[in-house]
């Protein structure tokens, strides 16, 4: 047999889905500013924002457009090691190692083990370990979740 080529997230979606997939992607590709953001509106993720609101274009678009303003603003992308080092530091409390049977990166916290006051520090170093898990999902395997 032949092996299965790359994950397509087109594959198991009805016509009123890829519908609504294409309308997404029409409303949004215009507003991407960068090369970055156009990667990251993969169709996988304009597929996670329509199911997470039911394929309703219009509730899609608003989550998607306050997302991608979040990160405008944040810029998750950027935080680095150095940045979150005194969380870093703080060993044991939150890091992520290795993948469940279904090969999702997993993420331990164990709040007993903090030591740390500072929290926008906090906030940046959970930033920082979610994209880095993200960033380790194999989209073309079709993996999307934590």
């Keep these: 047999p ?3 080529g ?3 997230p087109r594959a198991n979606l009805t016509p009123n889905q890829l519908e609504a997939l294409d309308t997404l992607k029409e ?4 507003l991407l500013a960068t090369d970055y953001e156009r990667k990251w509106c993969s169709e996988m993720n304009y597929c996670r924002y329509l199911r ?4 309703d274009v219009d509730k899609a678009e608003a989550m998607l457009k306050g997302t991608i303003e979040w990160r405008r603003d944040y810029k998750p992308m950027c935080i680095t090691a150095d940045d979150v080092e005194t969380e870093l530091n703080n060993t ?3 890091y992520r190692n290795g993948f469940d049977l ?6 331990y916290m ?3 083990k903090d030591n740390t006051t500072e929290k926008v520090s906090k906030l940046r170093y959970v930033v920082y370990l979610l994209e880095k898990a993200i960033a380790s999902l194999d989209e073309g395997k079709g993996q999307e979740k934590l």
């Design 102 to 107: 279904q090969g999702r990166p997993l993420i």
């Design 6 to 8: 790359p994950f397509d």
């Design 110 to 112: 164990k709040p007993r």
């Design 27 to 30: 409303r949004i590709q215009p």
């Design 2 to 4: 032949t092996p299965p």
């Design 92 to 94: 044991g409390k939150m």
């Design 52 to 55: 997470a609101r039911d394929y």
